[in-house]
């Protein structure tokens, strides 16, 4: 079975940082791209960039940021245990969400993120 | 970078009804490019759409995709009880920025 675990809930406090993870299982983790999406209390969802956990090619960027959240965090993957993180250096209360990653399928063509971990809360708050 | 749009904000329908859900993208996409997830409380979202008109595995046919270019549209032909949640399209692929709609809930009228 295909699989996505993310880390437990975290509580934090403004200006310290953090690392969420979420483990696959039941597929090869480097053929696939992995995503993050951010989901702020009571809103929708928001893209926040991906990682190719695979080989990088020339040229290539084997990780993507939305225009909103690069330079914000920070998007990695570690193929020997097969885990996507998310990190932040200096959290702030606007960063207050449920986190979800979610793998992204192609399959020939794209078929979007067919996969999904069960989210991480964070609370960030003095 | 490419936004996108939903309409309505809210749909309220009964059981039984036919739900019509619109997506446009504020320049043209390719069809293989967007999807379609459904959100229900305390939930991760779920694919159920994916290249604009393809099932994914495991959704039941009363969920179908159509549409090209700047308009896609999500239809659930009979409302059942668990259909009630917010659906949201998303654009991916070949552009570097991905993005998500809004969101459109279908409620119970």
């Known amino acids: 079975e295909v699989q996505l675990v993310q880390s437990g809930a975290q509580v934090r406090k403004p200006g310290e940082s953090l690392m969420l993870s979420c483990k696959a299982s039941?597929?090869?983790?480097?053929?696939?791209?992995i995503g993050w999406v951010r989901q702020m209390p009571g809103k929708g969802l928001e893209w926040m960039g991906i990682?190719?956990?695979?080989?990088?090619?020339?040229?290539?960027?084997?990780?993507l940021y939305s225009p909103s959240f690069r330079g914000q965090v920070t998007i990695s993957a570690d193929r020997s245990i097969s885990t996507a993180y998310l990190q932040w250096s200096s959290l702030k209360a606007s960063h207050t969400a449920m986190y979800y990653c979610?793998?992204?399928?192609?399959?020939?063509?794209?078929?979007?993120?067919?996969?999904w971990g069960q989210g991480t809360m964070v609370t960030v708050s003095s | 970078e490419i936004v996108l749009t939903q309409s309505p904000g809210t749909l309220s329908l009964s059981p039984g009804e036919r739900a019509t859900l619109s997506c446009g993208a504020s320049q043209s996409i390719s069809s293989r490019d967007l999807g379609w997830y459904q959100q229900k409380p305390g939930q991760a979202p779920r694919l159920l759409i994916y290249?604009?008109?393809n099932r994914a595995t495991g959704i039941p046919d009363r969920f179908s995709g159509s549409g090209s270019g700047t308009d896609f549209t999500l239809t659930i032909s009979g409302l059942e009880p668990e259909d009630f949640a917010v659906y949201y399209c998303?654009?991916?692929?070949?552009?570097?920025?991905?993005?998500f709609g809004p969101g459109t809930k279908v409620e119970i009228k």
């Open positions: 290249g604009a008109s």
């Open positions: 990682v190719f956990p695979g080989d990088s090619y020339p040229g290539r960027s084997n990780t």
């Open positions: 998303q654009h991916y692929g070949s552009s570097p920025v991905w993005t």
């Open positions: 039941g597929y090869s983790f480097s053929s696939y791209w």
């Open positions: 979610a793998r992204y399928f192609v399959a020939g063509d794209p078929q979007g993120f067919d996969v």
